[in-house]
């Protein structure tokens, strides 16, 4: 597509379940990042992925938190057993090279009640 | 480690107004990278500008001009005539060449173009 695609967008769900958010980055980029944005945190970087492989895993917040990519194109974040604390904008982003950037999409809004 | 401040928190202008955002960074890597994005009320993060530590011209695109200080560790954003669609979040952003899309963000500049 034309630029990176998450879904859902917006994702109520309660305290204790499990969510997966899904990525579709722009079509041809090799690399593949999840961020969050919190109001207490600001954005804070996740994972990374190159093809896919995550050869930089070191912003996930806890065991709770997983990612995959599969066939170096769609991503999922799973999060398990949600907290409150879990609420945030979840976004994606993808790259080809440094050059031109780093592009990201809209985000998923989760709220765990 | 690395860090990025934005030490306005809030800016407030009139439009036409020239308004300037401060970005000012730490890092150890010799070479990285450093990025500019805007954040609409809609909420997506809309890449600006990407610069590479070695390159240190200023860069102007229509109104919005970037100047990069190595030696004062800055990188500042103008825009220049503003005008109410710029109302928005402004994020610097750094990054080392080794992972060059983990960005490090600093907390953000909200700006407000009143007419």
């Known amino acids: 597509g034309a630029g990176v695609s998450q879904s859902p967008s917006n994702k109520v769900t309660e305290k204790g379940k499990d969510v997966e958010l899904r990525c579709d980055p722009i079509?041809?980029?090799?690399?593949l990042y999840w961020y969050r944005q919190s109001l207490g945190q600001g954005l804070e970087f996740l994972i990374y992925?190159?093809?896919?492989?995550?050869?930089?895993k070191s912003g996930l917040p806890s065991d709770r938190f997983s990612a995959e990519r599969t066939g170096g194109s769609v991503s999922t974040l799973t999060i398990q057993r949600t907290q409150q604390e879990d609420s945030a904008v979840y976004l994606c982003a993808s790259s080809l090279a440094p050059a031109p950037g780093v592009f990201f999409g809209s985000g998923t809004q989760l709220s765990v009640l | 480690a690395q860090k990025v401040t934005q030490a306005q928190t809030e800016i407030s202008v009139v439009e036409k107004e020239d308004v300037t955002l401060d970005c000012v960074y730490e890092?150890?890597?010799?070479?990285?990278?450093l990025f500019w994005y805007k954040q609409p009320p809609s909420g997506e993060l809309v890449f600006l500008i990407r610069?590479?530590?070695?390159?240190?011209q200023n860069e102007i695109s229509g109104r919005y001009s970037w100047n990069f200080q190595k030696s004062t560790s800055s990188f500042n954003f103008t825009i220049t005539a503003s005008q109410v669609v710029d109302s928005a979040v402004y994020f610097c952003a750094l990054s080392g060449t080794d992972s060059w899309g983990k960005l490090q963000f600093g907390a953000g500049t909200q700006v407000v173009v009143t007419p």
């Open positions: 079509s041809g980029h090799t690399a």
């Open positions: 890092t150890r890597d010799t070479t990285y990278y």
């Open positions: 610069r590479n530590s070695f390159d240190e």
């Open positions: 992925f190159q093809g896919n492989s995550a050869p930089d």
